[in-house]
């Protein structure tokens, strides 16, 4: 390999580098606002915000995403109790921001934020779908293509 080569090769592995920086600026950055650790320290989930939008992070995957500080904190909460009632002990902490944005959006919903809180836990439960429901509703497995995992 000549050494005009090698210098070829590395000055667009430069200008490739500054490229991708230069993409990563542009976008909002990512704040960290909520998370759920076990007892050795491992993130079990995790909320952020990018641009103005509420993401949920869970398994290393993201769960879900919302504009409601208070959907993303009773998910939190209800992932800490989840995780309590089967005898794994967790912290869950978040930021003063999440929980003010969730008091605001209850007191905007005439509530306080415990009441707010479990409105949108019964909301969820009454969005589950229930076992045994009628099979005219259900959907049948799409089988032709390839499954996307």
């Not at 005009?4 to 490229?19: F, I, L, P, T």
């Not at 960290?32 to 992070?57: S, T, Y």
């Not at 290393?60 to 992932?79: E, Y």
């Not at 905007?108 to 099979?135: C, F, H, I, T, W």
């Amino acid at each position: 390999m000549s050494i005009q080569s090698k210098a070829r090769r590395d000055a667009r592995k430069r200008k490739a580098e500054r490229e991708r920086n230069r993409v990563r600026a542009g976008r909002p950055p990512i704040e960290p606002h909520a998370e759920l650790r076990d007892r050795d320290g491992n993130l079990l989930a995790g909320v952020v915000r990018q641009g103005g939008v509420w993401v949920l992070g869970m398994d290393g995957r993201i769960a879900g995403s919302s504009d409601s500080a208070a959907q993303m904190l009773m998910l939190m909460r209800r992932a800490q109790r989840l995780h309590e009632e089967q005898g794994v002990p967790v912290k869950l902490v978040y930021s003063d921001v999440l929980r003010d944005e969730a008091a605001l959006e209850a007191a905007a919903n005439g509530k306080s934020p415990e009441e707010y809180e479990q409105q949108l836990e019964a909301e969820m439960a009454s969005a589950r779908p229930v076992d045994g429901e009628d099979e005219g509703e259900r959907q049948e497995p799409d089988t032709s293509g390839p499954a996307l995992h």
